[in-house]
């Protein structure tokens, strides 16, 4: 069954690093999403990704954040200077085109963690 | 603002009972709500979907179901087992591109 696929499973990093998480969608998803889980608190939508260009984005995707799809399979969240409240986990997730509603396919996710 | 709510204490039952989970919003009328299950450090795993216009749904021991006046949502699990241990989340779809609101999540125990 295809899957969505997140590396690494756990990156540690020092405050002001830069970070590149990398997800590989199902293969003929159209739509992508980054969220994010900070340790006991709800998953966060972060932004959504279709036909080359972010359709939506919240509050927290700010100017340290950004996407790419570099090579039409892999899907990725950079973020430019992390800072401490950045350490949760990432989900990626990918949805097909069945219709409006349809459900998404969520990662593994990789657990950031900011020294 | 709009909200999706829900019950934020465990919910403890025994093996072979059925589990009732609630979702509540607020200050809107979602078309549909989703169901998740999360596992503890993994991803969330659709489960089922419901729509405005429906009042029930099922999917083997599932079922969901959309009370549009009281603004709810109940999710059951039918002869839980203690593998149906998790954390189970509702969630609305807005936007142009569909992102998911979710709920705090309702983390369930099956006790033997």
């Known amino acids: 069954e295809p899957e969505v696929t997140q590396t690494p499973s756990h990156q540690v990093t020092q405050m002001g690093q830069e970070v590149i998480l990398r997800c590989v969608p199902i293969?003929?998803?159209?739509?992508f999403y980054w969220y994010r889980q900070i340790l006991g608190q709800k998953v966060e939508f972060l932004v959504s990704f279709y036909n080359n260009e972010i359709s939506e984005k919240s509050e927290i995707f700010d100017d340290q954040f950004s996407v790419e799809r570099p090579d039409g399979s892999n899907f990725t969240l950079k973020i430019r200077s992390t800072k401490l409240e950045d350490s949760a986990m990432y989900f990626c997730?990918?949805?097909?085109?069945?219709?409006?509603?349809?459900?998404?396919?969520f990662g593994p996710g990789t657990r950031l963690t900011v020294l | 603002s709009q909200k999706i709510e829900q019950n934020s204490e465990a919910l403890n039952i025994q093996e072979g009972k059925t589990a009732t989970l609630t979702c509540n919003y607020t200050n809107y009328s979602p078309a549909y709500l989703q169901w998740y299950r999360q596992d503890p450090g993994r991803g969330p795993v659709f489960l089922l979907l419901?729509?405005?216009?429906?009042k029930e749904k099922r999917k083997e021991r599932l079922k969901v179901t959309f009370d549009t006046t009281l603004k709810q949502s109940l999710f059951h699990i039918t002869a839980s087992q203690p593998a149906d241990s998790a954390t189970y989340l509702c969630a609305r779809s807005t936007g142009g591109g569909n992102k998911l609101t979710f709920g705090t999540g309702t983390q369930l125990k099956v006790e033997l």
């Open positions: 293969s003929n998803h159209l739509y």
């Open positions: 419901i729509r405005e216009n429906e």
């Open positions: 997730a990918s949805r097909g085109d069945r219709g409006l509603y349809n459900e998404q396919f």
